[in-house]
């Protein structure tokens, strides 16, 4: 299984871009890489899943370098209501255990 | 969202007490998972299934036991609930797909206190 590496905490700004980056040295070739987003006192949920290259949708972009080995979350001019934790994972389709990172927490000031 | 709940929402208990959460789902999804989380540990893997009687090990498994009868329930079993495992529980169902894992749903949680 990867483990992934994430910065513990992150401050920022309503309206600036944050991109947060998550080692992960020992991804399979199959495994993918997905992000997650988690509010006090819920659970977390998806953001954005990718392979390689860039993968964008309504919330975020995922950049994944051509070795794989790392990859950014980038959410566009954030707001005080994205002020969460983020998390990394890596597996595949097939990967039974999947594994929470300890996240990075993201605290936006206005 | 998706149709997962978890029961009791809140629970306290007293040390060495036998302590059972639910996690019941109606996707009829494959995988089914517990997960802690405590302040400074983000979400640590307890147990997980990957179908009706199929289950194994998670990251931190010692003192807890699970069953999975019927693919609707996920039962999490704490033997004799130390002071340590006051924590709050997460459930998350999952699919099967292709590609990547499928998105994890998760649970409201459960607020364990053991005295």
């Known amino acids: 299984l990867a483990k992934t590496t994430q910065p513990i905490s992150m401050d920022s700004y309503e309206g600036q871009e944050v991109n947060i980056t998550c080692s992960h040295n020992?991804?399979?070739?199959?495994?993918?890489i997905t992000w997650y987003q988690q509010f006090p006192s819920q659970g977390p949920r998806f953001i954005i899943q990718g392979y390689k290259t860039k993968v964008t949708n309504e919330v975020a972009s995922l950049f994944i370098p051509a070795d794989r080995k790392s990859s950014t979350l980038s959410l566009p001019r954030v707001s005080l209501s994205d002020t969460a934790v983020y998390y990394c994972?890596?597996?595949?389709?097939?990967?039974?255990?999947?594994?929470f990172g300890t996240g990075t927490r993201l605290q936006v000031f206005p | 969202d998706a149709g997962i709940t978890q029961s009791p929402r809140h629970k306290v208990t007293e040390t060495g007490t036998p302590v059972t959460l639910r996690c019941h789902q109606t996707e009829n999804h494959r995988y089914m998972y517990w997960y802690r989380q405590d302040p400074g540990h983000g979400l640590r893997l307890i147990h997980y299934?990957?179908?009706?009687?199929?289950?194994d090990k998670g990251e931190v498994s010692d003192g807890y036991s699970v069953s999975r009868s019927k693919t609707e329930d996920f039962l999490l079993t704490l033997e004799s609930a130390t002071s340590s495992q006051t924590s709050v529980y997460f459930c998350?169902?999952?699919?099967?797909?292709?590609?990547?894992?499928?998105?994890?749903?998760f649970g409201p949680g459960t607020r364990l206190t053991v005295t």
């Open positions: 998350a169902i999952r699919g099967s797909g292709t590609g990547g894992p499928d998105e994890q749903y």
């Open positions: 020992n991804i399979a070739t199959n495994d993918y």
């Open positions: 994972l890596v597996g595949s389709y097939n990967t039974d255990k999947l594994i």
């Open positions: 299934s990957y179908g009706v009687k199929d289950t």
